[in-house]
C-alpha cells in the first residue's frame, strides 16, 4: 500500500491512525456484530458514538454550557440559507465579504432580508483580510458573518471584528479544530468536517441557546430549523450517522495529540516552514498579504501558468496530489490540515527546490 501526500483543500486528508481503526471496526463494530454503516441511529451503541463525539468537541473546544452543537447536513452551503432564515429577527444581516464562500452567503442571505455587505477585499482578489476594528454596523443588524478561514485564497482573521456588540456568525469549515477559540465570542460557529475534521456529509453548528426559537422566517422548513436538531440532539431523522462516527475517532485523535493548543503549534510550524520557503524563493510566490496568512491554505504562483501547470503535473508524479488551485484562481494551493504530517510539507519543500532549481 503506498498513500500520497494529500494536499486537497476538501475533502482532505485524514489521520492514518483513524482510518486505520475504522477499517479494522469495518464489519464488526465493538461486538455489535455489524458496522456503524448498518446501524440503527436509535441503537444504543450510536447512541454512545454522537453523545461521545459531542461530549469530546465540548472538552476539545472547551465550549460553554449554554450552547448547542448540532450534527447536521446539507453541507457548510446550507448553513448559507439556514443562518438567515434563523437568525434575521429584524430582516437585516451585516456580511464581510472576504472571498467566494462569504460572498456566496451574502448572495443567499439576499433571499430573505437586507444583507449589507459592510467590507470587502475583492478589491485586490481577496488577498487580505480588510481592517474590522471600526465597521458601519447596522444598528438593527441581526448579526454579523464572517468567513473565518478562506480556503480558496488563504486568508485568515487574526482578530475577529468588532461587532459591537452584534452576534458574530462565523463559518469556519477550513480552520475547524486547527487551534483554540472562544467560542462565547461567537453566536454561531460552523463548518462542514470534509476539511479537517471528518468525511464530507456532516455540518458541525455550534449556536448559543438564546439564538434557537421558533421565530423564525415564514415558510422556514422544519429541516431548516435549529430547533428541530436541537430538541431532538442531532437525532430528529437520520443523522449521518458514518461521518459522526469518524469525527467522534477524530477528536479522540485531536485530544491525543495535546488538544487544540498542539495542534495549533503543529499547524504553525508546518506553515512556517512553507511560507519562510516562498519567501525566499526565486521562482515560487505567495499571493496573500504575509499578516493574513492562513495556517491551513497556503496558495503559490510561479507567475507563469504554464510553468504553474508543469508544476502539479511533476508534483503529482512524484506523489504530492491535489496541489492545483482553486478553478476560479489557477495557480497552486497545498492545504496542511491537522492530519497532514510535518513531514509530508517537509517533503513538499524538497520537492519545491528541486524543481526551482530545475526550471529557473
Ligand atoms: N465555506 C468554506 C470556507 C468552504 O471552504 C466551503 C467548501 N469548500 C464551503 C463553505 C462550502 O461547503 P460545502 O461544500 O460543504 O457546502
Not at 484562481?329 to 492545504?335: D, E, I, Q
Amino acid at each position: 500500500m503506498s498513500r500520497v501526500y494529500n494536499f486537497s483543500a476538501g475533502p482532505a486528508v485524514l489521520p492514518e491512525e483513524v482510518l486505520k481503526e475504522a477499517a479494522a471496526e469495518m464489519l464488526d463494530y465493538n461486538g455489535t456484530g455489524m458496522s456503524v454503516m448498518e446501524m440503527s441511529h436509535r441503537s444504543k451503541a450510536f447512541e454512545e458514538i454522537i453523545r461521545t463525539a459531542e461530549a469530546d468537541i465540548r472538552e476539545l473546544m472547551n465550549i460553554p454550557d449554554n450552547y448547542k452543537v448540532l450534527f447536521l447536513q446539507g453541507g457548510a452551503s446550507q448553513q448559507f440559507a439556514m443562518i438567515p432564515m434563523n437568525l434575521m429577527k429584524n430582516g437585516v444581516a451585516d456580511y464581510i465579504v472576504t472571498g467566494q464562500w462569504a460572498k456566496k452567503a451574502y448572495q443567499e442571505a439576499q433571499k430573505y432580508g437586507k444583507a449589507n455587505k459592510i467590507a470587502s477585499s475583492e478589491d485586490k482578489t481577496f488577498s487580505y483580510i480588510p481592517d474590522c476594528s471600526d465597521l458601519p454596523i447596522s444598528e438593527d443588524a441581526d448579526y454579523v458573518y464572517i468567513c473565518e478561514n478562506n480556503t480558496i485564497y488563504g486568508t485568515k482573521y487574526k482578530e475577529l471584528p468588532n461587532t459591537k456588540g452584534k452576534t458574530l456568525v462565523a463559518d469556519v469549515s477550513s480552520c475547524f479544530l486547527s487551534e483554540p477559540v472562544d467560542v462565547s465570542k461567537y453566536g454561531v460557529i460552523y463548518g462542514g468536517v470534509q476539511k479537517n475534521v471528518g468525511p464530507a456529509g456532516v455540518v458541525i453548528v455550534i449556536i448559543r441557546e438564546d439564538l434557537i426559537t421558533e421565530d423564525v422566517l415564514p415558510g422556514t422548513p422544519t429541516m431548516l430549523q435549529y430547533k428541530t436538531h436541537a430538541d431532538a440532539n442531532s437525532l430528529y431523522n437520520t443523522p449521518p450517522a458514518y461521518g459522526i462516527y469518524i469525527c467522534g475517532k477524530v477528536f479522540k485523535w485531536l485530544k491525543k495529540q495535546g488538544g487544540l493548543a498542539a495542534m495549533k503549534e503543529k499547524n504553525e510550524k508546518k506553515a512556517k516552514l512553507l511560507y519562510d520557503f516562498l519567501d525566499q524563493s526565486k521562482l515560487f510566490k505567495g499571493t496573500v498579504e504575509p499578516k493574513d496568512r492562513s495556517l491551513m491554505n497556503v496558495p503559490f504562483v510561479t507567475g507563469d501558468k504554464e510553468l504553474d501547470a508543469k508544476f502539479v503535473k511533476e508534483a503529482k508524479e512524484a506523489g504530492f496530489e491535489n496541489l492545483k488551485g482553486h478553478r476560479t484562481v489557477g495557480g497552486m494551493r497545498a492545504s496542511i490540515y491537522n492530519a497532514m504530517p510535518y513531514e509530508g510539507v517537509e517533503a513538499l519543500v524538497e520537492f519545491m527546490k528541486k524543481f526551482e532549481e530545475e526550471n529557473l
